[in-house]
């Protein structure tokens, strides 16, 4: 079973940056893709950037050309690098896992840490 954990999270103002980063621990088998999604008060959660092993990158819209997303398959972690804030990043980001167990998706989430951007 994998765990995840996130940290970076925090009160920034509007233009800021911050980073937060995610660990994954507790499994002996791989993990194919990581990624962030985020869900504020009352809404879904949307996907914000996911990665794959191979470092292939993709993208919300909404994040495009501001947010960086980087993983170290060796330490099994993934950041997620985010510039240029505006108030409507602030949500719950939550880290995910999608793990390739004999052949079947099995996917874990982190807890989530808030980011909280002010105008």
């Known amino acids: 079973q994998v765990k995840l954990v996130e940290s970076g999270g925090g009160l920034v103002q509007a233009g800021g940056s911050l980073t937060l980063s995610c660990a994954a621990s507790?499994?002996?088998?791989?993990?194919?893709?990581m990624g962030w999604y985020r869900q504020a008060p009352g809404q879904q959660r949307d996907l914000v950037a996911t990665?794959?092993?191979?470092?292939?990158?993709n993208y919300a819209e909404s994040v495009e050309g501001r947010f960086t997303i980087s993983r170290d398959n060796a330490k099994n972690t993934v950041e997620l690098q985010m510039t240029s804030l505006k108030p409507d990043d602030s949500a719950v980001y939550y880290c995910?896992?999608?793990?390739?167990?004999?052949?079947?998706?099995?996917?874990?989430w982190g807890q989530g840490t808030q980011v909280t951007v002010s105008s």
């Open positions: 990665i794959t092993s191979g470092d292939i990158a």
């Open positions: 507790g499994s002996g088998f791989s993990i194919k893709r």
């Open positions: 995910y896992a999608d793990q390739l167990i004999f052949g079947s998706d099995i996917f874990y």
